[in-house]
């Protein structure tokens, strides 16, 4: 659906120049809820601004839908950025037109016969869920509400990729859920492939599907959500994934298991759907080891969970080795910590 | 106190006179203005239409003409003023130098209001493959006209200013009524009522200023 070779951006400013992009390359597939995710001054903006043509890239190439961007005049360009919804941290609202102007606005631009913006700005506010607010102005709208209307705007030309600079970060936790329930649903029921830029990684867990790590115009990595998350490799990317997953052994643990410090600890990491309790089974009855759980965190992530157990045992060393191997066998991750 | 030289007549024509001269200059510097000011605001470096000829030609034209004193400004152009009206004296003649006052004037008021609507908007608007004529029609002009009528506002206080010094070239007026009977006659009721007739103009057209533009930002 969007696919980025080589890209490259650098603004000039006053005799400084600032790459803000370098040779990022990116494929976002149909129906993804792709995101980006990076600290401030990453390039993340400079990044979906380049999809829709808001800002030109310095070099590289940029294809959405099949379409190259560079090869468009500037017709086909307005044309395509209709395929092409966004919505802003600052929801960017007009201030001095109703909810039901606002929606309306991408239809008015587009000379949409009155019969039918009246229809599909009432559908519209009816998805997002502010059928009632068409005849009121923003400033009466609280900030989720107003990201509602942005979304509902954005929807009214039907594109087929939705942009999200920023969408929840200026929202409190709750208003953040909602927004982002709105937006799954609105990959669900429109097929909506969707890009989304955040710097908070609960925002990536909750909704995407693939995630794309950026630092200093680069991306450092980037795969399945469910792999980045289980096993993230960059210091960056294990940085933002503590956020949201608490696989670290708490501190008061870790000073207790100082105190006592004759047994080895083992650190165990697995990734799906296989329960725990049947491993342990195993290593109880096939093993003969005694397991003793030191600290255990489990994250749902997508509809798979994360989990990591910290365990002591005891038993004979060779039942442990194959112990160990069959853990191994099972997309268990097995690794000996020191404290 | 009404020991005074002036008739009644005199009052209402002056105040005829005035109010034509403001309104007939207020309506074509807010045409010329809104057109120099919306240019101005495309053609700068990262506008909407960026075209540093038309700004560069545009930009210094403006800071000239304002920088030029009114009474200096009139007196200047009388022959351009009597190639266009045929005459370089009278209240119709007055419109011109202060049409060529006036437009300048509302063109940086038009170009402040302008610059103050939220980039955000005007990002939103070139996200959704506005064209620059829909950029400015249908987002920018609605965003800023609350804060434009405030401007064109401040332009007609200018402009009644203005009218009594449109006298020089008998443009007549209240103000010019101030001038000739109150000041150079020592005619105090002149004085003290054309004084009060003006503050009354400059109060009302504020406030209906100020009610219009609460108004449109409904706040
Ligand atoms: N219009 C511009 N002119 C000059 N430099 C710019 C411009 N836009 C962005 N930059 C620079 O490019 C770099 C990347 O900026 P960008 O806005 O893409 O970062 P970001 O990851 O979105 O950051 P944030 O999380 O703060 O929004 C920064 O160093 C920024 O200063
Ligand atoms: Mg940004």
Redesign the pocket.
Known sequence: MITLRDVS?T???KK?S????KKINLQIEKGDIFGVI????????????LVNYL?RPTSGEITVDGKHLAELNPHNLREIKKEIGMIF?QFNLLESKTIFQNVAMPLILAKTNKQVIQERVTELLAFVGLADKAASYPSELSGGQKQRVGIARALASKPKILLC??AT?ALDPQTTQSILDLLKKVNEEYGITILL?T?EMAVIQQICNKVAV?EE?NIIEKGSVVSVFGKPKHPTTKGFVQTVVKNELPFSIKTKLKKNQQQKLYRLDMIGDHTMESIFYYLFHTFQLQVTVVFTNMTEIQDSVLAVWYIQVEGEERNKQQAWSFLVENQVNVEEITI | MFDTSITFGQFIQAIIDTLYMVGMSLLVGTIIGLILGILIVVTRPSGVVEMKWIYGILNPIINIVRSVPFIILLVAIIPFTRGIVGTSIGTTAAIVPLIIFISPFIARLVENSLLEVNPGIIEAAEAMGATPFQVIWYFVLPEAFGSLILSLTTATISLIGATAMAGTVGGGGVGDLAIVYGYQRFDTFAMVSTVIILITFVQVIQSIGNALARLIRRN
């Open positions: 951006k603004y000039h400013r400084i600032t790459e803000a992009l990076g600290y401030s001054g990453a390039g993340k903006s400079t990044l979906v601004r800002e941290q600079d920023e970060s830029i710097h950026m115009g």
